[in-house]
């Protein structure tokens, strides 16, 4: 599934609680300003001849700086006032996502038996290849020898289906069969020695690990195996081949180099694969993942109607800087006060 994404809307999640904070602030400013007036007016002290001290150059300094000081600080603390208010009425942004999800499902189904120890690795890359090559389906891994594992079921989070193939890359590629990270990973796919690398098995296990099948999807399997089965299973070839094909899905059929020399074993691998309108490749010809990618590509789809992802989150950044702002310069006009006032006292002493 792809997310597109379709714009966002900005807005407040409590659009009332913004003029209810302005207006608490203006009450609490002229509250202030009248409480000040009132104070100053009962404890003023009357002194003759203030006009004088009025004219004196000093006394018009300090004034001014006294003003350009309370200036600073008035808009510091409404531009900290504003940032709490933002913050307090919650920025948030609405976006909204659509949903493109594609109807086809890709099942990668790898024989892990011993005698695709030295080729799983490079069976694994091309896997890689062919999931880098797609857009929008699910995609899920299952190996198998004596019995199937689902190692990931079907999903559409390409990060993940990346990671867990490169985890089977490293798994295959540390030394072969009897390396601990091969068993670890391998582990349970074999339960009677005697019964392995079941290529029927193997495909209708992978058949049967598709889900919705009520829905109407388009369906294919990568199936990757030498054939070359040790015991009786439950499934031959062509039986499993048969469910395939009841299932509506695709085979599209890898084999390693060394399938070439059992020529019998190539053709019933390929008659198999091709049966379902699938594909068969040796694995290193040239092309072999960009014709499988292709092959699914082909594949029937249809849109799926599905509503659009809505997602809502917050943005405090503007509400932040303000109040940041408003804090911090609150905190440099009062720091200037002590330093000029440490200045002051200084010069008095000195003079």
Known sequence: MELTWNGGETGFRWPWLVPVLVLLVVGLMVWWTRSRGRRTAAGASYVAHAARLRALPRYRALVRRQVVLGTCLTVAALVACAGAIVLGGRVQERQTHAQEDRTRDIMLCLDSSGSMAEVDAEVVREFRTIVGGLR???????????????????????????????????????GGVYSEAYSVYTAGTVIDWDIQSQL?????????????????????????????????????????????????????????????????????????????????????DDGSAAGVIKAIGDLDTSEIERPPVVQVLDRPRLGTVLA???????????????????????EEEAS
């Open 324 to 346: 940041g702002i408003g804090v911090g310069g609150l905190g440099v006009v009062w720091l200037a006060q002590g330093l000029l006032a440490v200045r002051d006292r200084r």
């Open 136 to 174: 929008g389906e699910r995609v899920g891994l299952t190996i198998w020898s004596g019995v199937a594992i689902t190692v990931f079921p079907l999903t559409d989070d390409y990060d993940y289906v990346l990671e867990q193939l490169g985890e089977a890359e490293d798994a295959f590629g540390a």
């Open 200 to 284: 029927g098995d193997g495909l209708a296990s992978c058949v049967q690990r598709f889900d919705r099948r009520d829905e109407d999807r388009s369906r294919a399997i990568v199936l990757a195996s030498d054939n070359e089965p040790i015991g009786q299973g439950v499934y031959d070839l062509p039986a499993a081949a048969e469910l395939a094909r009841e299932a509506n899905v695709v085979v599209h059929a890898i084999a390693p180099p060394t399938t070439g020399d059992r020529p019998s074993a190539a053709r019933l691998f390929s008659d198999a694969a091709t049966s379902t309108g699938g594909t068969f490749s040796m694995l290193g």
